[in-house]
């Protein structure tokens, strides 16, 4: 007769089954976390968008708040004194020019007209056009002794314009630019050569001063609108992902 082997039962080796089971179980934590920190980022980026629009809209809202109270309150101002730097020599160049007369001979009136416009067009362009409307402009020369215009707009991060010291810069270089255009070409109109000649410098120093930061304000403007399209780009770049 042959004899039938007798085939051991071996029981599982559980250590090993155990230590499968937990290397599975780590695998599933560490897609968990995986899962959880893309959670967190994604809520984080949503937190942050939703942060700025916030941000965005408060700036609205103060300035549309500033608006309907008065936007030439200077009460409001970020910088009442730059404002009234820039209005003052501006209002005091004019005064003298149509009222100087009673009090002062023509030559006396010419000197301090020019006096105060020149005074009015260093400190705009130096000084209050950086800190109402954070813009400044500069001419400079190249190697072949070409002038070049240069023009600086604020980083939008970092720059916040107020409704008010944007309002009483506009609104003050353009009347005083007006100012002179008007007089100008009512004394060449009348052969008033003499004060022709002074309407003539007003005009071009509050010209060129608009029109420097007229060229600013494009820029910043571009800026705006790159910006814009970087946080659109973004957000959708962020719910595509």
């Known amino acids: 007769m042959q004899s039938k082997k007798q085939q051991k039962y071996k029981p599982p080796n559980l250590d090993e089954e155990q230590k499968?089971?937990?290397?599975?179980?780590?695998?599933?934590?560490?897609?968990?976390?995986e899962d959880e920190?893309?959670?967190?980022?994604?809520?984080?980026?949503?937190k942050s968008s939703k942060k700025k629009k916030e941000e965005k809209k408060d700036e609205e809202e103060e300035?549309?708040?500033?608006?309907?109270?008065?936007?030439y309150n200077i009460k409001n101002a970020l910088h009442p004194t730059a404002v009234l730097?820039?209005?003052?020599?501006?209002?005091?160049?004019?005064?003298?020019?149509?009222?100087?007369?009673?009090?002062?001979?023509?030559?006396?009136?010419?000197?301090?007209?020019?006096?105060?416009?020149?005074?009015?067009?260093?400190?705009?362009k130096n000084i209050t056009g950086r800190l109402l409307v954070g813009l400044r402009w500069w001419s400079d020369y190249d190697e072949e002794g070409n002038e070049i215009w240069r023009f600086e707009s604020p980083d939008l991060r970092k720059f916040?314009?107020?409704?008010?010291?944007?309002?009483?810069?506009?609104?003050?270089?353009?009347?005083?630019?007006?100012?002179?255009?008007?007089?100008?070409?009512?004394?060449?109109?009348?052969?008033?050569?003499?004060?022709?000649?002074?309407?003539?410098?007003?005009?071009?120093?509050s010209s060129v001063n608009l029109y420097g930061f007229y060229?600013?304000?494009?820029?910043?403007?571009?800026?705006?609108k790159k910006m814009r399209n970087q946080f659109i780009a973004k957000g959708v770049a962020g719910m595509i992902s």
Do not use: P, R
């Open 20 to 33: 499968k089971n937990k290397h599975h179980d780590e695998d599933d934590d560490d897609d968990d976390e």
């Open 160 to 205: 916040k314009a107020n409704l008010v010291d944007k309002s009483f810069f506009w609104t003050s270089q353009l009347a005083i630019t007006i100012f002179w255009i008007f007089f100008l070409v009512k004394n060449i109109i009348s052969f008033g050569f003499y004060w022709g000649v002074l309407d003539f410098i007003g005009f071009t120093l």
């Open 85 to 124: 730097f820039t209005i003052a020599f501006k209002a005091g160049a004019a005064f003298l020019y149509l009222f100087g007369g009673t009090l002062l001979q023509d030559q006396l009136i010419f000197i301090s007209v020019v006096l105060l416009m020149s005074f009015d067009f260093w400190t705009v």
């Open 215 to 224: 060229k600013c304000s494009g820029e910043h403007q571009d800026k705006v």
């Open 37 to 46: 920190e893309e959670i967190q980022q994604k809520k984080k980026k949503k």
């Open 63 to 71: 300035d549309e708040a500033i608006h309907e109270d008065d936007k």
